[in-house]
């Protein structure tokens, strides 16, 4: 209702903050997906406010990520999505998983990353970064694959937990001493905790940035 009190006057713009934030999950979807119709068909510009990455993908033509009151990038959900301008970005937008490492070399968008102990992968370079600096390489649980090695990432991870979800299965796997997550869809559970498996780790999918301290997401 106050939504309709709102959009009646035509406002050159509209502030939404967290309108969707009280209700229960099934019902903030659909009107999620309502509310983005509303928005399209009126014309009208709205400045919506989330802490939802969902929400912001779905209901934003352009998205603007802050911390601390400071703008870190503004772009389309795509350029948001899928090139990270920082970590902490990166993190906000799914790439949970950081591996600590030192970049060694770099050819054109890609380079190397040495995570110690000879082991080394390939990461895509989303900031200006040049060999000797320590980086932090940030995945997405989802673009992580087990059981694969199929690409020159490729090492083997034990297995150290799982979480069955029906659709998908999550797994907490430890690669060079680090606990990674993983999100493999499919309705059955594929790989038994304990058990040692081969991982692939894309290089597309891989990103590196400058090592600012523990975590940018902190």
Aim: one cysteine or more; proline letters at 5%; aromatic letters at 6%.
């Amino acid at each position: 209702m106050a939504l309709a009190r709102s959009i009646v006057y035509r406002p050159q713009l509209l502030l939404l903050d967290e309108p969707l934030s009280n209700l229960d999950a099934k019902l903030r979807l659909r009107l999620r997906d309502d509310l983005r119709v509303i928005l399209k068909q009126t014309g009208i510009t709205a400045l919506y406010v989330t802490h939802d990455q969902a929400e912001a993908v779905v209901l934003g033509d352009r998205i603007g990520v802050m911390r601390d009151g400071k703008l870190l990038q503004i772009g389309t959900p795509d350029e948001i999505y899928n090139r990270p301008a920082e970590l902490f970005v990166a993190n906000f937008t799914g790439a949970t998983n950081e591996l600590p490492g030192t970049l060694i070399a770099r050819n054109g968008k890609f380079g190397t990353v040495d995570f110690g102990d000879g082991r080394r992968a390939e990461a895509a370079l989303l900031q200006q970064l040049d060999p000797g600096d320590k980086v932090r390489v940030a995945l997405r649980p989802e673009n992580i694959a087990i059981g694969r090695q199929d690409d020159a990432n490729a090492f083997t991870a034990s297995v150290v937990d799982r979480r069955y979800q029906g659709t998908q299965t999550i797994y907490d796997i430890d690669l060079f001493g680090h606990r990674l997550e993983v999100l493999e869809l499919g309705t059955a559970a594929r790989h038994a905790i304990g058990v040692e498996a081969p991982v692939c780790l894309p290089k597309e999918a891989c990103w590196a940035f400058r090592d600012t301290g523990p975590s940018s997401y902190d």
